[in-house]
Every structure is written in C-alpha cells, then in structure tokens.
C-alpha cells in the first residue's frame, strides 16, 4: 500500500498490435496509432506507453504479454488485432494463456456494441483477463483491429445528440485498475466517463 507521502505510481500502459504484415514492414500499422490517440484524449491521469508491434505468433505474443506486465510493469495492457477465426489468429488463446482471472464481460460488451454496426462481430473472438504476479497485477484485453472498431468500444455507443446509450468498455477499466491495486485513474467525462461507486470516488481535494 501506498503510503501517505509516497508519489502515486505512474500509470504505464502495454499497448500491442498483432499482424503479420505490418510487423514485416508491409504496410502501415493503424492499431498503435488509433489505441494512442484515443487513450491521450480520454485519459486525464499521467501516464506512459510501451507499444510492441509483432505477428500472429502465439509465443511471441505469450511472451510479449508477460513481459509487458511482469518486467515492464504495465497496469493495463491493451491488444489490437488477431481475434476472428483465421487459423493465424491466436491473440485470444495467447492472452487467456498467460491470465490468472478471465474477465468475460469485457469480450461480452465489445461485440454487444460491434453488433450495431456489422452482423460479423459475432465472428469477433475478444477476451480480457487479469494477469498476477506475486506484488503485481494488470487488466489485458483485446480489441478489434480497425481504428473505427476501436473507439467504438471503448468508448460506446451514442445518440444523435452525443448522449451514451450503450457503455463503452473503457467506463469500467479505472474502477478494476482501482480493484487489483493500480493507480487511480481519472478521465475525460466528454470522451468516455469512468463509473466507481461512490465508496470508490477520490475527493478531488487528495489528488496530487
């Protein structure tokens, strides 16, 4: 536990991008960048990133996972890619492998929300996991592959007038962060409103 005059520790995030071709350099990668660019607008928490772009190799991605949270220290670590029913997409099996905890909920919603939109998210294969160490844990989950697809589930679905009327996913990541002892993360209400129950609300009077 942290103690009272101690910094609160800097929220590190995994970010990693599954293919083939764009891990060999054959065209240009789109999930890092759109997983970037939403986290820095959604995110009022200090933060870093730490990106791997690697291929569909279940190994590789096993290893980077781990390494992302067990060495690097990642409290969140994010997937982009790898997750229908091709034979070389595996990125579900490699992170269910290295979990400790599945979070099926998360998977649950990300197809509820993609099927608004296509009949084929139903092809989609998205799980979320907690991975523990013995004085370590993180949240990984995977998302889609195409920029569109990925805001749209982390940050929900809304109505001609911008209100929310399917949650995105992100809304309950800093609450679970708060569960399995990371820092405290606060965010954008405009682009993705984080939800704790009001025993779990910070005074905005202690943060830093």
Known sequence: ???????????????????????????DDLGLPALQDWLVSCLQTP???????IPDERAIIEHTL???VDNQRCHLVLTTGGTGPARRDVTPEATLAVGSKPMPGFGEQMR?????????AILSRQVGVIRETTDHAALIFNLPGQPKAIRET???????SGNIIVPGIFAAVPYCIDLIGGPYIETNP???????????????????
């Open 190 to 208: 405009v682009v993705c409103k984080a939800f704790r129950p009001k025993s779990a609300l910070k005074p905005t009077s202690t943060m830093p």
């Open 112 to 120: 509820q929300i993609s099927l608004h939109f296509v009949p084929t």
């Open 47 to 53: 933060f870093e990133f730490v990106t791997r772009l």
């Open 1 to 27: 536990m942290t103690g009272f005059n101690s910094p609160a520790p800097l929220l590190r995030i995994g970010l990693v991008s599954v293919s083939d071709r764009a891990s060999a350099g054959n065209y």
């Open 66 to 68: 781990m390494t992302l």
């Open 154 to 160: 982390l940050e929900g679905l809304r109505d001609d």
